[in-house]
């Protein structure tokens, strides 16, 4: 069974519409990230959170919020979605914070027409 | 922010060709980190690397963390066609308290013609 994994794999949704994208994790790290990627812009941070009762914006959080309902989960919402969010979004781990190791799940593709 | 420069932008090689890719930062990285994407899948870790002048490997894989901890390189030997697809390298900052953040190249496409 795959440590991280996120559902759905792909999600197709119309502009305005209020979306979830899940992510679990069974690797028992404390710190989860979400990212999207684009064709040209590499991997970009969302949010990321250190632990339950912990919500960090990244680089790009405007339109996008997270919920980490417990140590496993870290959710991510689209409030209204638009469709330049149409993009591959990422979810990772890792466990401690000087030999920062990420791993990442296996991706949701969104399309926002 | 930090920018990480990571070349080639693609490479099409022969198959049984070794192949070499390096990153390079303007300032100091405390880990380096290999990851391979497949088409439609997240990124995949191939090799961590922790000390400046490290090297290790991973099957065919090779990877090195440069003495000035400003660059790495990542060189994979025999190429078969499944080495096709996205290699990114990615880094974390010696700064204090972002330690939690990785800085990501853009990636190196690599196709293998059998």
């Known amino acids: 069974d795959a440590d991280v994994t996120q559902t759905p794999r792909n999600r197709i949704t119309k502009t305005g519409k209020r979306i979830m994208l899940e992510c679990s994790q069974t690797?028992?790290?404390?710190?989860m990230y979400w990212y999207r990627q684009d064709p040209g812009l590499g991997l970009r941070l969302i949010y990321y959170?250190?632990?339950?009762?912990?919500?960090n914006k990244g680089e790009i959080s405007d339109g996008y919020s997270v919920s980490r309902q417990a140590q496993a989960k870290f959710s991510l919402s689209l409030e209204s979605a638009i469709p330049n969010q149409t993009a591959l979004y990422f979810c990772?781990?890792?466990?401690?914070?000087?030999?920062?190791?990420?791993?990442f799940g296996p991706g949701t593709r969104l399309l926002v027409l | 922010g930090q920018q990480l420069n990571q070349s080639p932008q693609s490479m099409f090689i022969q198959e049984g060709e070794d192949v070499s890719m390096n990153c390079t930062s303007s300032?100091?990285?405390?880990?380096w980190l290999w990851y391979k994407q497949d088409p439609g899948e997240g990124p995949v870790l191939l090799i961590a690397l922790y000390k400046a002048g490290e090297l290790t490997s991973n099957g065919r894989l090779t990877a090195q963390f440069g003495i000035t901890r400003k660059d790495s390189f990542l060189n994979i030997s025999a190429s078969i066609p499944s080495d096709v697809g996205i290699y990114f390298c990615?880094?974390?900052?010696?700064?204090?308290?972002?330690?939690?953040?990785?800085?990501f190249g853009k990636g190196t496409l690599l196709t293998v013609n059998p």
């Open positions: 990772a781990t890792s466990d401690t914070s000087y030999r920062e190791t990420q791993y």
């Open positions: 690797k028992g790290h404390d710190r």
């Open positions: 990615a880094g974390q900052p010696n700064s204090g308290g972002s330690n939690y953040k990785l800085t």
């Open positions: 959170s250190f632990d339950v009762k912990d919500i």
């Open positions: 300032s100091i990285f405390n880990t």
